[in-house]
Structures are given as structure tokens and as C-alpha cells.
């Protein structure tokens, strides 16, 4: 089965800070990749997205993904965060083959001091 | 566009009660999905549906019943809410390429249910 390993359940950072959260996912086929944000009361929106080609995937924001496939990760990268980056982000997985099932991490909130 | 409407958008159940969540989107999504939110856990799959008249099961579907009659609609049924089924319920639709890309959900606003 799926399973979606996020290591950092809380982070704080300080604005102008570099953003690394870690993403980790178990399934040995072909896979589709998300980063997804929720910002305070609000619901899920997409940040970025794998399917194919370059593992550097750049979404909204300045925010960025690097898909090493050897290590099933799929990080989420932003060189300089500011206070509007507060959210919780969630990594998700679902496979290419066998069903339409998206498993999503368990989140990691993100706050950053203004 | 409305994208996907939930409704309501809170409620409060006593143990034991029943309740339909509702689900409606407009984009004509084959895929629509019911998603569960608490602290730490991020959101687990309950049920998920790839058309209408198909549905299955997802990583925590018990205690809820799913029916897919229509593109648009995908309502959540708890049968006898428990205190346990207390969280945040998201509604979420897709398409498929059909070539294996499964392309991000769109989700709704969230119902956020309390079981007393």
C-alpha cells in the first residue's frame, strides 16, 4: 500500500530563511507527485505537481520540488520564505497504475516570524 | 465557477445520530473523493469515486457510506455518527487524462463536524 512519510511536523523560521520539508513515499511504480498548501481557515490549494520529465518541478510562489526517484523523495524547497508562507503544506502521492487512491502526508506547519 | 460546494459548512451530531454530508462540483470531474482532516494526521481518504455508479473504498472508511448517482454529487452518509467521526471533512474532484495522470483535486471549503 501507499504510505506518505513526512519528517517535520512543525517548523519555524524566520523571514528571508531558506524552506527544506521533507517528503518520503513507498510505492515502487510509476507515481504522480503533489505539494499541497493550507493556509489558515482556508482549504487545500495546489502548490505543485510531478508527473514526467525534470525532477525540478517549480510551482506558485517562488516554491520549487525535487523528485529524486532513487530515494522516493520529492522535497519541497523556497530560498526565502516571508510571514505569508504560514501554512500547513502536505505531500501527496497516488500511482500512476491501479487506482485513482491520493494519499496525502501528515502535514507540516510552517510557521515563519515576521 | 463554484468549483465544489459542500454543505453545511458545521454541524453538531449527537452518538448515534444519522447525517449526509453533501458534495457537488461543476467541472464535470469523473473523480470525486472524501477526505477526513485531524491534528497530525493529515487528510486520510474515506471513500473516492471514479465515475458515477463506482465507488470504493478508501484508507478509513468505516462508519461512512458513499453513493456516486451523478457526475456532479457525492454525498458522505454517516449512519450512527460516534464521537471518533469529530473532524474536518473535505470534498475533492478531479479528471484523468486517462493515460495514468491523475491531475490535482480541487477541494471544497471543508464540513466541520462535531459528535457529542
Known amino acids: 500500500a501507499q504510505s506518505v512519510s513526512q519528517h517535520n511536523h512543525h517548523v519555524i523560521l524566520s523571514e528571508a530563511a531558506s524552506l527544506e520539508l521533507g517528503c518520503n513515499y513507498s510505492?515502487?511504480?510509476?507515481?504522480?507527485l503533489f505539494w499541497y498548501v493550507q493556509y489558515p481557515g482556508q482549504h487545500l490549494q495546489l502548490l505543485l505537481k510531478?508527473?514526467?520529465?525534470?525532477?525540478l518541478v517549480k510551482g506558485i510562489k517562488g516554491f520549487e520540488a525535487e523528485f529524486i526517484k532513487s530515494k522516493f523523495s520529492f522535497n519541497l524547497r523556497k530560498p526565502s520564505v516571508q510571514w505569508s508562507d504560514t501554512a500547513e503544506y502536505f505531500c501527496?502521492?497516488?500511482?500512476?497504475?491501479?487506482?485513482?487512491?491520493?494519499?496525502f502526508g501528515a502535514g507540516t506547519r510552517l510557521f515563519v516570524k515576521a | 465557477n463554484a468549483g465544489v460546494t459542500q454543505t453545511p459548512k458545521f454541524q453538531v451530531l449527537k452518538t448515534g445520530q444519522s447525517m449526509t454530508l453533501q458534495c457537488a462540483q461543476d467541472m464535470n470531474h469523473e473523480y470525486m473523493s472524501w477526505y477526513r482532516q485531524d491534528p497530525g494526521m493529515g487528510l486520510r481518504l474515506i471513500h473516492y469515486s471514479v465515475g458515477a455508479g463506482i465507488t470504493d473504498q478508501g484508507e478509513v472508511p468505516n462508519g461512512y457510506n458513499v453513493s456516486r448517482s451523478t457526475t456532479e454529487d457525492f454525498p458522505l452518509r454517516l449512519l450512527s455518527a460516534a464521537p471518533s467521526q469529530t473532524s474536518v471533512y473535505f470534498c475533492a474532484s478531479s479528471y484523468s487524462t486517462g493515460t495514468g495522470i491523475h491531475q490535482p483535486q480541487h477541494f471544497g471549503d471543508g464540513t466541520r463536524l462535531s459528535i457529542l
Open positions: 501527496a502521492v497516488n500511482a500512476q497504475t491501479g487506482g485513482f487512491k491520493t494519499i
Open positions: 510531478y508527473f514526467s520529465g525534470d525532477p
Open positions: 510505492y515502487g511504480g510509476t507515481v504522480n
